[in-house]
């Protein structure tokens, strides 16, 4: 059973700490997405990568969080330093851009900083 | 800028009636999906719509795509407990834009 893999589950950091969040796509699939999710401003698309390039992550603080994919089998999403605001539940999702974009989402990681 | 307006936002839904979901959006996409994610977990994929007219079904639910009207609906028949999620509609534009979600709860 094929299934996106995102670690940690849970974070809880401090202000002004690194965070780093890893996503493993599901095997062959050629499109990986980067989504943060808070009650307030709902689903927002931060970043995606195609064939590993990145196209497009103008939702995104360029500030503080950067994205990339070192391989086919890894995407990551780092924020320094982080924020309060920052608190959210961060999604990774994969696709097979062919005819659709049917995404499958990954579990999630529930990120806290205090 | 791509909008997706859902209605309504919160749904009580009493067990073995009825309901319908309404998606609006301001493209003029043909493809729709929609998603349910249940409390503290992920989303999982309920229908991809790719065309217009298109209508799939699974269970109790429903949903249809009208491009010309730029409106889906995710119609649910005879509402069973098992249905209380959060249901998101997103569009295709070279990405896909999510709507605020629909939060279901269905009581006795």
């Known amino acids: 059973d094929a299934r996106v893999t995102q670690t940690p589950r849970h974070k809880v950091t401090e202000m002004g700490q690194e965070v780093t969040m890893r996503c493993q796509p599901i095997l062959g699939h050629n499109t990986v997405f980067w989504y943060r999710q808070t009650m307030m401003q709902g689903l927002e698309l931060l970043a995606y990568?195609?064939?590993?390039?990145?196209?497009?992550d103008s939702g995104m603080p360029k500030d503080r969080f950067s994205a990339e994919m070192p391989d086919a089998t890894l995407a990551t999403l780092k924020i320094q330093p982080s924020e309060p605001r920052d608190s959210a539940v961060y999604f990774c999702?994969?696709?097979?851009?062919?005819?659709?974009?049917?995404?499958?989402f990954g579990p999630g990681t529930r990120l806290t900083v205090t | 800028e791509l909008k997706v307006e859902q209605n309504p936002l919160f749904l009580s839904m009493q067990e073995g009636k009825n309901y319908t979901i309404y998606c609006n959006y301001s493209?003029?996409?043909?493809?729709l999906y929609w998603y349910r994610q249940d409390p503290g977990k992920s989303l999982e994929s309920l229908f991809v719509l790719l065309s217009n007219g298109a209508v799939k079904q699974e269970g109790r639910l429903m949903a249809s795509l009208d491009t010309k009207a730029r409106l889906s609906t995710l119609h649910i028949t005879a509402a069973v407990h098992d249905l209380s999620a959060t249901y998101f509609c997103a569009v295709e534009e070279y990405k896909l834009s999510f709507g605020a979600g629909t939060t279901v709860t269905v009581r006795a």
């Open positions: 493209t003029t996409s043909d493809r």
């Open positions: 999702a994969s696709g097979l851009y062919a005819r659709s974009y049917e995404q499958y």
């Open positions: 990568f195609r064939n590993r390039a990145p196209l497009d």
